[in-house]
């Protein structure tokens, strides 16, 4: 596999797990978008940017697993924040039950990648 085809694929990889990431980080409260894009971006190999976030949470949020409320900031303008809601936590969980699965099958075929002559 070429090198771009290999960086396009964890890119589509990154792309189709980032929203439960970031279910995962309004798991313990609400956030806003900024917020949000920092700690992906603190996470290593998770880097997104304000024009990624805010479509995917759009999504999210038509889907019904998040919600929102606008609050006022005391360093400008009002912020959106982001909730869990109960749909989005039944969601994640799902999926973190589907990802060990996932997870341990892909760890074991790269593993076995070393072991051929």
């Known amino acids: 596999m070429v090198l771009g085809g290999m960086h396009s694929g964890v890119s589509q990889l990154r792309r189709g797990i980032l929203q439960f990431c970031v279910l995962a980080l309004l798991r313990d409260g609400e956030k806003y978008a900024f917020e949000l894009v920092r700690e992906l971006c603190d996470a290593h190999g998770l880097a997104t940017s304000e024009g990624t976030i805010y479509p995917l949470l759009s999504r999210l949020r038509k889907e019904g697993w998040v919600s929102t409320a606008w609050q006022e900031s005391e360093s400008g303008p009002p912020r959106r924040y982001y909730t869990l809601t109960a749909s989005g936590r ?26 051929n002559p």
């Open 90 to 115: 039944k969601a994640l969980t799902g999926f973190a039950g589907e990802w060990g699965a996932f997870k341990s099958t892909v760890d074991s075929l790269l593993g076995s990648e070393g072991n």
